[in-house]
């Protein structure tokens, strides 16, 4: 009862926003306008006559379900946009632009923590925002200019679940967000880059980030958990440390109590409180133009997700990386030009990192960078993942590399790993191969001569094809085939854009063509998915080798 008072005390405070007792109906939402050129914080902002002129005005506002705040387009303001409220399901508050023209900015400058905010806020709509939070460096050493910022940072504390959070059309770009890694060793820390800051201070900013957090570390009560993430048809570019960042508070710094809400000791971890429903799709990410970018995408802490048809060029470290996460699928997706930056190890496409279990890796066009697929279940003994009907190829380093604990399980079948640059199409050492490994209906193909397939009794071969320059056939593979595949010809670009999308067509030159080794040579695997890279049904006729199901 008290709950109750107290929220009809705020909406008779909030204005217009009333809710009526005993009825689930809302006042008429209400439009509003700002004006950077021509606005009055004094006028009644319903129009775009009488539009507010300042992010203060906004900020100072609660809206309520169903209200709109259009900025006009063409124009920027300098400092943080947090508007107050909360909407609801069938009525989300609404950001957007009026008026024709550029999409207005919202500039953090580098003074705000978050340059666009929402914090203890749920159901809400931002749209066709251009954003970014760059602190000048002023003649300072590299790196000075780093801090702890976002361009949009949306989190919550209240000890309940948080929804609706979707995000269409923003543009997020020069965001100098310090680099802090979970691990590592301190003696290699840098101006702007801090190895060994644990769990809740690594990997906290960048572009786009959403975040569980606590109000009081001594005292954490109850996880709040994030519900309904979209983030859609957005650009992200050179924002360091991340692109698009999920991740859950666990409490592992100096004087916290510790909740492991983010983190997972087992699969069926009681404590582990991960956001929900989180869609990344139809994104463009490049970090081509800052040397302290490391994650395209970083989805951790989520159960359920779906990363799709993005494109995520020039990260470092890895281009999508999922990490303490159930049930996410990563598909149709372009990543390439990985590069090691910020002091990482690592330049992958694709990672199914720590603790990740029911990951499905399928139909990705993974090319040209350090390394392809990277499966890194190494700090826990549990893990599982399906790498499906990919093409990787060109990348430097290791085209697929392996480095998993003990108990974890990969199944990777049905891709086409070409290698023209590196001396190893399948790479793993020591203790990092203690996964256990299903390697089949694969091509394997490579113009380098004696490139590398590690084996191991962790790693079971089976139906693969070997091709091109000669190569040391595991011995381990029960039906193998060799031959020159007869792909349908070379990969050359032009590669994914903003404007294109993931140019996955660009990897149809790998198709095979008609007297194939790979046709009808494969085994039948039951999850097979259903489709091929091209979106063709499987099996046509007796299963084929490779991302492409001949027809």
């Not at 009862?1 to 209400?30: E, F, Q």
């Not at 149709?332 to 499905?360: H, L």
Request: glycine share 12%.
């Amino acid at each position: 009862m008290r709950l109750v008072r107290a929220l009809l005390v705020l909406a008779v405070a909030a204005g217009p926003h009333v809710l009526v007792a005993g009825s689930a109906n809302a006042a008429a939402a209400t439009t509003y306008y700002l004006d950077a050129a021509n606005g009055n914080d004094n006028a009644a902002g319903t129009t775009s006559t009488t539009a507010w002129r300042s992010l203060a005005k906004v900020n100072a506002t609660t809206f309520g379900p169903g209200d709109r705040v259009l900025l006009h387009a063409g124009q920027r303001w300098t400092g943080q946009l947090w508007p107050k409220g909360s909407g609801t399901e069938a009525q989300p508050i609404v950001i957007d632009q009026y008026g024709a023209g550029a999409k207005p900015q919202i500039d953090g400058a580098g003074q705000v923590a978050d340059a666009v905010r929402l914090h203890n806020q749920q159901y809400w709509d931002l749209k066709n925002l251009q954003v970014t939070n760059a602190r000048p460096l002023n003649g300072g050493s590299p790196g000075s200019n780093l801090r702890d910022l976002r361009g949009i940072g949306i989190s919550g504390s209240t000890g309940t679940q948080l929804n609706h959070f979707h995000l269409d059309s923003v543009d997020v770009h020069d965001v100098t967000g310090e680099v802090n890694w979970i691990g590592g060793d301190t003696a290699d820390n840098r101006t702007g880059i801090t190895f060994k800051t644990g769990w809740d201070r690594s990997k906290n900013t960048g572009g786009i980030v959403f975040r569980g957090l606590v109000a009081n570390p001594a005292s954490p009560g109850r996880p709040t958990v994030l519900h309904d993430i979209l983030v859609e048809r957005s650009t992200v570019r050179n924002t360091s440390f991340g692109g698009i960042t999920v991740k859950q508070y666990t409490g592992s710094t100096s004087g916290s109590v510790h909740t492991g809400w983010g983190e997972r000791s087992s699969a069926t971890d009681a404590a582990f409180a991960p956001h929900t429903q989180v869609v990344i799709r139809n994104n463009y990410i490049s970090q081509a133009d800052s040397g302290y970018a490391a994650n395209g995408v970083y989805v951790t802490d989520t159960r359920g997700g779906l990363i799709e048809r993005n494109v995520v060029q020039r990260a470092g470290t890895s281009g999508i990386e999922v990490y303490y996460a159930d049930q996410v699928t990563i598909q149709r997706n372009e990543v390439y030009g990985t590069e090691p930056k910020a002091g990482g190890a690592d330049s992958n496409g694709i990672d199914a990192d720590n603790a990740t279990t029911n990951v499905v890796v399928q139909q990705n066009f993974v090319h040209h960078n350090g390394d392809g697929i990277l499966l890194c279940q190494c700090g826990r003994n549990f893990g599982s993942v399906r790498v499906r009907y990919n093409v990787i190829a060109g990348n430097t380093r290791y085209q697929l590399y392996l480095h998993s604990n003990r108990g974890t399980t990969a199944h990777v079948y049905n891709n086409t790993f070409y290698n023209d640059r590196s001396n190893n199409l399948v790479y793993g050492y020591g203790t990092s191969l203690q996964g256990t490994y299903h390697l089949w209906n694969n091509i394997f193909y490579s113009t380098r001569a004696g490139a590398s397939l590690t084996t191991s009794s962790t790693i079971d071969y089976n139906a693969n094809l070997y091709g091109g320059a000669t190569l040391s056939i595991p011995s381990s593979d029960r039906r193998p085939t060799t031959g020159n595949p007869r792909f349908a010809g070379s990969i050359t670009g032009p590669y994914g854009t903003p404007q294109s999308g993931p140019a996955l067509d660009a990897a149809l030159p790998l198709r095979v063509t008609a007297g194939s080794p790979a046709i009808n040579t494969g085994i039948a695997i039951a999850d097979n998915g259903g489709t091929d890279y091209a979106g063709g049904a499987v099996y046509n006729g007796l299963p084929d080798i490779g991302a492409f199901e001949y027809r």
